[in-house]
């Protein structure tokens, strides 16, 4: 069984950062790997993909995001990290880490393409 956790969330004030951990574990299929996937969800709002890697490594990002939030990956260790800095108020949500099993990551936002998600780390941001 696939299990995905996140960690690292918190509470900063307006222009802190923080670091979001995300691993995947429990898949016994060799021919697929994990497809890593940022998202959030805020309050009253729909779910947004915030960041997200191919299997080549490039990187897609929320446009509001871009330029303040890094993804990074440690394939060997099934990990991705969300480096985000400068952090502003509108970034609070919960954040999520979301898994698919893929051959190839073509850094996809759409929540319906991931099987298996964390169970979220909250990011508050404060004025």
């Known amino acids: 069984q696939v299990q995905v956790h996140e960690s690292g969330g918190g509470s900063v004030q307006t222009g802190g950062s923080l670091r979001l951990s995300c691993t995947a574990s429990g898949n016994t299929d060799s021919r697929y790997h994990y497809c890593l996937t940022w998202f959030r969800q805020a309050p009253g709002k729909e779910r947004e993909g915030v960041a997200s890697?191919?299997?080549?490594?490039?990187?897609y990002y929320l446009g509001a995001v871009r330029d303040r939030f890094t993804i990074s990956q440690d394939n060997a260790k099934n990990t991705v990290y969300l480096q985000m800095d400068n952090l502003q108020p509108e970034d609070t949500a919960m954040y999520y880490c979301?898994?698919?099993?893929?051959?190839?990551?073509?850094?996809?936002?759409?929540?319906?393409?991931?099987?298996?998600w964390g169970q979220g780390t909250q990011v508050t941001v404060s004025s």
């Open positions: 890697t191919t299997t080549p490594g490039d990187t």
């Open positions: 979301a898994a698919a099993l893929e051959t190839y990551c073509t850094g996809n936002f759409r929540p319906e393409r991931y099987d298996y």
